[in-house]
């Protein structure tokens, strides 16, 4: 989990959390992937392509009618505008913070190549003021007023796993795909996946350590350590080897390296 990431600061049980629906729509995706192409297998299975694409449709609309701040240009969390005790939620209010967790459907690939807000988070992640910084992407935007507050733990710090979600997306989707952000995304690309590796092997060549997380401001590693556990992704970087990761386009065709 996300530990010391800003929600609401008064949740309630029916709030709704952009990465939950994030997952579950990719798990989505994953399924009608599998579905198409597992053959006998596949036929087995009590759930059909249609009704899979039925249900990935209803949840990319939530994820826009429920999540999308246009004023913010982001995916929010959401709660009751009421504080209502019933789970049929009518209006929602938005708890809003630019991080890992809310860029989420841009992480996992969800957004249209040429969608508004792919536009808008992708010029947010790009912003040094916001997520990018010289060591990699914060954890937390820059501008957030809880950015290095708490444990600074999920408020700022640079995880590798998070960028590599990141980078895979923009390597074999949104830098690949013909689109009004092609350009950008691939300029993002580079510079984040150049700052990733020059980050971890300059810690480990300073201390003989990789690290859990490192610091946004001065790229110092923090944390556990010797952490070679999702840090040892730095190799999958240098090779930019993003197979594990599956990024699907709009037609469900799965991309690849």
């Not at 959390?17 to 994953?30: A, E, F, K, P, T």
């Not at 809003?96 to 969800?110: D, F, N, Q, R, V």
């Not at 947010?124 to 820059?142: E, I, K, N, T, W």
């Not at 971890?200 to 003989?208: A, D, K, S, V, Y």
Request: hydrophobic share 40%.
């Amino acid at each position: 989990g996300f530990d010391d990431f800003p929600r609401s600061t008064d949740p309630s049980p029916y709030d709704a959390h952009v990465d939950l629906l994030s997952w579950i729509l990719d798990g989505v995706r994953r399924l009608l992937v599998w579905r198409r192409t597992a053959g006998d297998l596949a036929e087995a299975s009590a759930v059909s392509p249609p009704e899979l694409g039925a249900l990935e449709a209803v949840l990319q609309q939530r994820l826009y009618e429920v999540h999308w701040n246009a004023d913010a240009g982001m995916f929010c969390d959401a709660g009751p505008r009421d504080n209502s005790s019933t789970s049929i939620v009518d209006t929602w209010r938005h708890h809003c913070h630019l991080g890992y967790p809310t860029l989420l459907p841009l992480s996992l690939g969800l957004l249209p190549v040429n969608a508004t807000s792919t536009g808008a988070l992708l010029k947010a992640v790009a912003d040094p003021r916001q997520m990018y910084s010289d060591f990699g992407l914060r954890s937390l935007s820059a501008a957030d007023p809880f950015y290095m507050r708490g444990d600074r733990y999920w408020t700022g710090p640079i995880w590798v796993p998070m960028n590599y979600l990141i980078l895979a997306a923009l390597r074999e989707k949104y830098a690949r795909m013909p689109g009004p952000y092609q350009k950008l995304a691939q300029q993002l690309y580079e510079r984040t996946r150049n700052a990733m590796i020059q980050t971890i092997l300059r810690e480990h060549q300073r201390t003989g350590f990789f690290w859990e997380h490192y610091d946004p401001e001065t790229g110092k590693g923090g944390g556990g350590h010797a952490f070679t556990g999702w840090t040892s992704l730095l190799v999958l970087l240098m090779e930019e080897d993003f197979r594990g990761v599956i990024v699907i386009d709009e037609t469900g065709t799965v991309l690849k390296s």
